[in-house]
């Protein structure tokens, strides 16, 4: 039986709800793309790139020719360091000294969790989620007067907050983290994504992150983003306050699956050094097994 079509709007709020889980657009979908894209071409000979945040001197790096592994590669690694998931297809290394366990979600359970009042339905509803987080959250209220990287909510991106969330005002927590989503092909074809591009298109085209650097290859199997969202007129233990969220996000993909990997750092926790080089050593784990 064919898969049944989801009605514009079930859509947009579909997507928002992926945008969101990414937390590319930080928790909260907003306006299109803002401020300028600079788009690199990655030379596989040098088979490193370097996604640098505006407000940290070191850029997390990635090797782009170890992205994928096979199944014997991934079989030979030291389970002690790495958890691997060949069900999955995936590898992430184990919870670094105070880092909280590796936790094993469904979306559906990550949606519930995030406060998300418009659930997905099979078979979007079961993919897989892995994420590990540091620390505590940092809470922060938005409303319709909050400012995302100086925008205003467009109607559109409000419709789909209601939707997902209820009437304003929206409470949120934003963690330095990692998270992984792994989506069966079929269900993001039934979004109206065909590829690896669309599917990128698809999450930032709804986000209100301003996109610092988008490196692609033509006919690339692996996109790689890094973005910043700034909040304003938001509340943070009840105070008026401004709020950035810095994020990288690596879209790999198989012939089963597509791959996001998603980085966070809030730099307002006063969060170490040590938080910093973690998440490098978190994004040099990750494999996909092919």
């Not at 930080?26 to 299109?32: E, F, I, P």
């Not at 788009?39 to 370097?50: C, D, F, G, I």
Request: charged residues 20%; glycine residues 6%; aromatic residues 8%.
């Amino acid at each position: 039986m064919a898969a049944k079509t989801p009605s514009k709007g079930t859509r947009a709020a579909l997507i928002g709800l992926i945008a969101t889980l990414l937390t590319v657009c930080g928790g909260v979908s907003g306006a299109l793309i803002s401020a300028a894209v600079t788009v690199y071409r990655v030379e596989r000979e040098a088979q490193s790139v370097a996604l640098a945040a505006p407000a940290r001197e070191e850029p997390l790096r990635i090797d782009t020719g170890s992205i994928y592994i096979s199944p014997q590669q991934a079989a030979a690694l030291d389970l002690q360091t790495y958890s691997v998931h060949p069900n999955q297809g995936l590898v992430i290394r184990h919870p670094l000294p105070g880092w909280n366990e590796l936790e094993e979600l469904t979306f559906e359970e990550a949606a519930v969790e995030g406060g998300v009042q418009t659930l997905p339905e099979p078979p979007l509803s079961e993919q897989p989620v892995f994420r590990v987080r540091y620390g505590d959250p940092i809470e922060v209220q938005t409303d319709q007067q909050t400012l995302l990287n100086g925008e205003s909510f467009s109607q559109d991106a409000l419709h789909v907050l209601e939707e997902l969330y209820g009437p304003p005002p929206w409470t949120e927590e934003y963690y330095s983290q990692v998270v992984v989503n792994v989506f069966e092909r079929p269900v993001v074809e039934d979004l109206g994504a065909d590829d690896l591009a669309d599917l990128l298109l698809m999450v930032m085209n709804i986000s209100a992150s301003r996109v610092n650097d988008l490196i692609a290859e033509p006919e690339s199997d692996f996109m790689m983003v890094q973005s910043s969202t700034t909040y304003e007129r938001v509340k943070m233990a009840g105070h008026p306050a401004t709020f950035t969220v810095e994020s990288w996000l690596l879209l790999a993909e198989t012939e089963a699956a597509y791959y996001a990997l998603e980085i966070t750092f809030t730099p307002q926790s006063g969060q170490s050094i040590q938080v910093w080089e973690d998440l490098q050593l978190y994004m040099d784990s990750f494999r996909v097994i092919r």
